[in-house]
């Protein structure tokens, strides 16, 4: 009898733990496309082409492999709809001596699964994922006993663990992270090269067709589908972020021009997360532009770092403070999430242009993410929840073991301050000072209370006063305080009331638009 071995959308990878080893004459490889991923939030739709796509790729070149694959297509009639339901049928289909499995990205996923053996009863075996730089079993141990979880000492560790820029014990340069070379606002008129465009072949149009007749009522357009869908295509996408966007990477790593979608990130989250890139891999040749002298140090780090630093480091966290983690709510929030962030229909600039570059791309970089997206939600005190749904749907990169940290840890502070020394809430101040967002807006970054002040500027200080309590006694950010109680009762009135005027404003969004 063969062993059958469940490939998942996002282990799109020929090395994957499960098929190392295997005899490809007796081993069947199971595919499935099931409703139930694709809508248990409403995936944007450019996600769903990039995850079926990607997948029917990566079967047709395992069989001319010569693997033999089983591949349910999500339009067969007989389709179960679930994993647990496709893989109980495979298992009547090719009577199994055994399930073999890569662990899942997700903790929903990962309960499912671990009930296959029982329910079918044929021996499952879950092997873990070690497509990562760090093991979780590493992870935990690094973790263990510290009082305080900090991306920074892992990542110290991770750098002496690969070698990458070490000179012997010492970081290359002196420094472990040159992030204060990183922080440029935009130059007048700054572009970035073109984006690696990846036009659709035949599967990925027939892909497009299916999502656009099942999925259509789903966010997002499909019209400027560009993400790379294989390996080969991947690497292309690799090469070009070396040869063009490297270098300027570190700079410009913080800052946001309206209409540039993506300056000079790399692009390859949704590659990586698939499996179609290997992270060490790539650090390593980012490395290599660096000893070739066509990058700089400050850049080259810089990517490093949010590889097998914060990449590594909230997989680490994700599993250690899981299931908790997707209910935690440290700070209260409890407001609905704003209909603008579906529609785009506001007049904050900042955000329109953010919600615009997610629909386009099902992309939005990581400053527009945490310093625009997740600093309002944070600072208006929306439901992390609720704010979770909306980056697990929007974003084609987003599985819940990179999503989720990100959001409710990170950018919400939700963990309570777990993962990330101080919430990061910022005043317009800090977005006017990153981006060209504020010349043209309706509001006035300089004006900090009334109907034509920048929202985010009383906002900040409702959301400190809000949490008073909580902050006060943190160092990184008590001090804050100090400025607040230095304004004097009626400036402190005016700014709350103008806070409470603007949150009495939002209008929630309509059900629907993440789950069913
Ligand atoms: P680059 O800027 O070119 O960075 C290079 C690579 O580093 C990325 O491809 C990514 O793999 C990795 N990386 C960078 N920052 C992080 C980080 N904070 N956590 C994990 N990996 C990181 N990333 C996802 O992959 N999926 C998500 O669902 C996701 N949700 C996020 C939600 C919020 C609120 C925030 C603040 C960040 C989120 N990120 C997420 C992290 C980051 O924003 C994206 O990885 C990045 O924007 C992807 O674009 P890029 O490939 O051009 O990245
Ligand atoms: C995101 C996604 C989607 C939309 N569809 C599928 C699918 O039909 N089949 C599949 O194997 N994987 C899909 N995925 C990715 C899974 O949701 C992902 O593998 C798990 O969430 C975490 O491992
Ligand atoms: Fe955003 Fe405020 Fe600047 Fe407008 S003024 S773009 S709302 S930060």
């Not at 304004?487 to 009135?493: F, I, N, P, V, W």
Request: charged fraction near 25%; glycine fraction near 8%; hydrophobic fraction near 45%.
């Amino acid at each position: 009898a063969p062993v059958l071995v469940p490939v998942l959308g996002d282990q799109l990878t020929p090395t994957l733990a499960s098929l190392r080893g295997c005899d490809k004459g007796t081993t069947i490889v199971l595919m499935m496309e099931v409703a139930e991923e694709a809508t248990y939030v409403r995936h944007h739709q450019q996600k769903l082409v990039l995850f079926f796509s990607a997948m029917r790729h990566f079967a047709a070149e395992l069989a001319a492999d010569g693997w033999q694959v089983d591949y349910v297509r999500l339009d067969d009639p007989a389709n179960a709809g679930t994993f647990s339901g496709e893989v109980a049928r495979a298992v009547e289909r090719h009577c199994p001596r055994a399930i073999r499995v890569v662990e899942p990205g997700e903790w929903r996923v990962l309960t499912a699964m671990q009930e296959w053996g029982d329910k079918l009863a044929c021996p499952a075996e879950i092997l873990p994922d070690d497509r990562f730089v760090c093991s979780l079993a590493e992870f935990r141990a690094w973790a263990d006993g510290r009082k305080q979880l900090r991306m920074e000492f892992f990542y110290r560790e991770m750098r002496r663990k690969t070698g990458l820029l070490m000179d012997g014990a010492e970081p290359v340069g002196g420094q472990w992270n040159f992030d204060h070379d990183n922080r440029a606002g935009p130059p007048r008129g700054l572009k970035a090269p073109p984006r690696p465009h990846f036009a659709p072949d035949a599967v990925t149009q027939e892909v497009i067709a299916l999502v656009r007749d099942r999925f259509g009522g789903h966010f997002g357009t499909l019209d400027s589908f560009a993400w790379p869908v294989t390996r080969g295509e991947a690497e292309a996408a690799a090469a070009a972020f070396f040869e063009q966007r490297l270098p300027d990477f570190g700079k410009y790593q913080d800052a946001m021009v309206a209409g540039e979608d993506d300056l000079f990130h790399s692009l390859l989250s949704t590659s990586l997360n698939l499996g179609l890139l290997d992270p060490l891999d790539l650090c390593r040749r980012a490395q290599a532009e660096y000893h070739a002298g066509r990058a700089p140090l400050n850049s080259v780090e810089g990517f490093i770092r949010q590889i097998i630093g914060w990449r590594e480091y909230v997989r680490g966290f994700y599993w250690t403070f899981m299931p908790g983690l997707a209910d935690a709510n440290k700070l209260h929030a409890t407001r609905p999430l704003p209909d603008f962030w579906w529609t785009g229909n506001t007049d904050m600039r900042c955000l329109a242009d953010c919600v615009r570059s997610t629909r386009d791309n099902a992309h939005a970089h990581h400053i527009q993410r945490l310093m625009v997206l997740g600093n309002f939600a944070l600072l208006a005190g929306i439901d992390p929840r609720a704010v979770q749904d909306w980056f697990l749907t929007v974003y084609a990169d987003a599985i819940e073991w990179v999503e989720l940290p990100n959001v409710a840890a990170m950018a919400l502070y939700a963990d309570g301050g777990a993962l990330a020394s101080k919430p990061y809430a910022a005043s317009g101040a800090y977005i006017h000072r990153m981006s060209d967002y504020c010349g043209k807006c309706r509001y006035s970054v300089a004006q900090k209370t009334g109907p034509d002040a920048c929202p985010f500027n009383a906002l900040y200080w409702h959301f400190m006063q809000a949490n008073r309590r909580l902050l006060e006694a943190n160092p990184r950010i008590g001090r804050i305080f100090a400025t607040w109680d230095r304004m004097g009762e009626e400036r402190q009135a005016e700014y709350l009331a103008s806070a409470e005027a603007l949150l009495a404003r939002l209008e929630p969004a309509a059900p629907g638009w993440a789950r069913e």
